[in-house]
Structure formats: C-alpha cells, structure tokens
C-alpha cells in the first residue's frame, strides 16, 4: 500500500501552513511561555503532530506510527548517541579531577571571563564541532565554563549562541556532503562537485557571522562597554576564525574547514594574549576585580599538554576515524574510514520505506520516499568518544569500576534530556513524512523575489526541528534546489542559505537546549534558556538571508 502526501490539506496553502505548523506552536508556548519542561514540552508537540497527520492530512495510521517510532530511533543513534558520550566524557574528566588542571591552564590563559568565553565556547567549541558535533560543543563547553565559575544557565546561553558559527560545516563537512548528495542529481552535478560549490557558497556568507559572533557573544556575557575594552581580542578571533573559514571552504575542503578555522582562533587567540591583556580583568559580580600587572601576564603553564591530553586523545581519535574522508586516496591500510564502515549496517524501515509518495514542487515527478536507516556502529561520533573517553579515562587514571559508576551516573543524569531528544525527531519524522514539513517550505517559498530571506528561516526550522544543519539539508535541502530553479535563482544559492539559515536554529533547538541544560546539571531551565536565545536566533536568521537577498542580486559575483 503507498500514500500520497497532500501539501494542501486544508485547501488553501498559507491556511494548510497555519495548521501545519501547530506542533511547532504547541512547542514554543510551551516550552516559553507555559514554561514546562523540555520533555512535558516536547510530548505535548508530538501528540499534535500525530493528530495533524491524522485528522488533517490523512495519513494512515500505521504510516504515521512508523514514522514516529522511527524518528525515535534516530533520534537514539545519530543525536542521543553522540551527545551522550560527549557528557560521559566530560564527566570522566571531572571524576578524575583531571578537569582541575585544565581549569588552571585557562586560568594562565586569561583570568578574564570574558577572553575565557572566546577561547572556550567560540575556539574550542568550534573544534569539537568540526570534529564531532552532534551537541557536544554544547555540551562540553557548557560543562567546562560551568565548572570554571560561570553562572550555570549564562554558560549555557553562551555555548548556544557560540555554536553558530562552526555549524554550518558540522561535524567533518556532512552537512554539505549531505546536501551535495541530495541534490547533485537535481542540478546535473556529481555529488562531490554539488558537496564543493556548496562549501564554496557557505564559505562566502558564515564567515560575515564568524566576524561579529565573538562581539555578539561579549555583549551578551558582559555588555557593550565591557566588550569594547577587550576589542583586540574579538576582532583577532572572529578575523582568524572567518579568514580561515573562507580560505578552507573554497580552496581545500569542506571536511576541514572548522578545524583549521577553530585552530587559526585559539592560535590567534594565544599570540594576541602574549603581548596585550585588557587593562581590567573583567568577573561577575561577587568576585573581586583585578589589574594585570604587566602585559603578557597569562601564560600557561608547563602542563598545559598533560592537563589537555583528553582532548588530544578525543580529537584525535575522532581525526583518525575520518581520515579516509579527509584525505583521498590513502593506500587502504591507512584507510580506517572505510574499515570502520564496514561494520555499517543499513536498512530499510519496515512499513514505510517507499509506502510515502512525493510529487510536485517537492520532487520533479511522483516518487517513493525513502525510509532508510543506517547504524554505523563504529564510525558514529558518539561510538568513537566512549572509546576515547576508555582510552583517557585509563590515561587519567581511573579504574574500570569508576568508569562503570561514571557511566551510570551520566544516564541518570542525561535521562529526561534523551527523552526530549526522542520524541523532537518523532516529530520531526511525523511532520516529514505527513508532508507538514513541506507544506511549511512551499508556504515559505511562495515569497518571490524575497525568497532568499525565506529560505534562511527555511534552514533554520529544520534544524529548530532536528537539531542538525545536515538533517535540515536533508529535510529541505532538495525542495530549496528545486524551489530556486521554479523562480529561475541560483539553486547553489538557495542550498547554502538553508545551510547557513539552519545554523541559527541550533541554538534554539529543544533537544540541544536540553542537552545543555542537562551538562551543568540545570534540567527544567530549558524555557529559560530558549526566552534568552529565541530572539537573537530571529536576528541572526534575518541577517543571513539579507546577505543571501543582496547575493540573489546586487552581489551576484559571490556566487561560484
């Protein structure tokens, strides 16, 4: 038996649109304004969802379970997976006390909140996001600050809004590997020229965005005032940062591009703090402030590397592990890549692969949606940080029944934030596959000449929906591709700006507001968390598809 998605149920498109988008709605009242929890939240949406599927679109019963019991199950490996194990090792290196030392480095580093910010939640968040995301830069910087003496929730706030500029490159480029494999096809591309002029497009409208998120993100911490005084250092992280995005995105690969980009901001970062430190160091209310008594006063101290070699460990593993994908043509003994996907075990869901059918404007001709799921038990993230986590957790000295304890302490810890994660992409799968995701997209694309504004907030309620720019490029990626050349635009453009749109909804994403609340211990502050970031992410979305609008223009040189 197949179904055939309906785009306009309820007749008209904006009034089908209206009725669409009623899971979402139920979420944000909610979670914001209701101010329930997380979970309370998401069950909430995802019983609309359901009941829209079914009373509104006419979905099959068994179609729309399917999907939410796949969604679950998505949700279980490719998010909950990942950002698990990122806790899980942070945790370690608290139980250890390993993170005590790490604490003094950044100390040596900068006793100032304010360049401590920068270098944790933008430089160093970016490196994990380059080489895991999945919620971990959240997580772990949240975690750290925390730790450090940031007030709980602001350290969250922070690491939200710092996991902006990286994400559009995700973990290893698989956001726009995803979408050049999508949509290649579209656009009578192989997908690895579709994947390159794509990291070519985002690498020339994020970088704008990496210039002013680390004065966003001072502002945000200590005010305008107080960011003006450590200037230097802003404009020396964002400028390093966004140089380097650009250079990578467009002349090396989409693989690497927050790697180096994050590694150009703390090297940067460091060389500035050798020979400048603001003239007050700057703290929160009820510490004590301090003058710097000469200028190259922070510096690290003789362990820094021993304090650091988790993260070495973590980062290299997961280095390893994607080698394959990052350096073409290695002899296959040096390919671990594909040794580990070996392991890789894909199927089709039963009972929804191909029963849904999608048709125009959505794809060119009626066509079977696949439902496939792939478990990749060794090369997933999450898989390769617990086995990083045993590796450095020996390192550091722990004993196997600590880890054990550790691990226990973490899912207990982590268990209403992995619930909250479960039901959003059930209601992400639900909305998906009823065809309400896309009566969204097609309501947004009506717009015309200010679709490239739309096509930001496009991006962005992917990612609000799933936490994922690669799951958002999944999610619309095709229907922006097809949308752009219907209005006769350029659909490189279009993908890239739902790449770059969808960056701005990672901070306002409930399973990530979950995933970083629980990492410093504050479940039930989702709400808070999401009132304090919604309206910055609105912001920063307008000003992504205003570069995307004067691109589609005036500036239509920037286009490769």
Known sequence: MTWIQDYQPAGGLWVSALLAALPI?????????????????????????????????????????????????FGVWSVAWIAFHAVYFHNVTVT????????????????????QALLIAFSFGALLEGVAGGGSPIAITAAMMAALGFPPVKA???????????VAF?????????????????MHLKPEEATAAFSSMVGRQV??????????????????????????????????????????????????????????????????????????????????????????????????????????????????????????HLPVWLDLTKLLHKADWVFAWPGLHNHVIQHAPITPKD???????????????????????????????????????????????MRWALATIFMILAIAFVMNYSGATQTLGLALATTGVLFPIFSAYIGWLGVFLTGSDASTNS?????????????????????????????MGKMISPQNLSIGATAIGQSGKEGSLLRQTFLWSLALTAVVGVISLLQATVLGFMIP
């Open 25 to 73: 709605i139920v979420l944000l009242v909610a979670l914001g304004v209701v101010k329930l929890s997380a979970h309370l939240s998401a069950a909430l949406a995802l019983v609309t969802a359901l009941g829209v599927a079914l009373l509104l679109y006419r979905m099959p019963a068994g179609l729309a379970l399917d999907s939410a019991v796949m969604g679950v199950v």
């Open 96 to 115: 250890t006390g390993r993170f005590d030392g790490i604490k003094r480095v950044l100390a040596g580093f900068s006793e100032d909140r304010r360049l």
């Open 156 to 166: 969250v706030v922070l690491a939200l809004l710092a996991n902006t500029a990286p």
């Open 170 to 186: 995700g973990g290893l480029g698989n956001p726009l590997i995803v979408l050049g494999r999508l949509t290649g096809p579209i």
């Open 207 to 328: 970088p704008f965005l990496a210039v002013i998120i680390p004065a966003f993100l001072i502002v945000v911490l200590a005010g305008w005032k107080k960011m003006l005084e450590v200037w230097p250092a802003v404009v020396t992280a964002g400028l390093a940062f966004a140089l380097m995005q650009f250079a990578a995105s467009n002349y090396i690969s989409a693989s690497l591009v927050d790697v180096l980009a994050a590694l150009a901001a703390m090297a940067a970062l460091y060389v500035l703090t050798r020979f400048w430190q603001p003239k007050t160091v700057w703290r929160f209310a009820g510490e004590e402030p301090v003058k710097s008594t000469s200028l190259g006063a922070a510096k690290s101290e003789r362990g820094a590397l021993y304090a650091w070699t988790p993260y070495v460990i973590l980062i290299l593993a997961i280095f390893l592990s994607r080698i394959g994908t990052i350096f073409a």
């Open 367 to 413: 066509t079977p949606y696949a439902a496939t799921f792939t478990v990749d038990f060794l090369f997933s993230p999450g898989t390769v940080a617990l086995i990083a986590t045993v590796i450095a957790g020996f390192a550091m000295g722990a004993r196997p029944k600590q880890l054990v304890q550790t691990y226990r302490d973490t899912l207990h810890q």
């Open 475 to 503: 999610l619309f990626g095709p229907m922006q591709v097809i949308s752009a050349q219907q209005l006769h635009l350029n659909p490189v453009l279009a993908g890239a700006t739902n790449t770059s749109g969808g960056v």
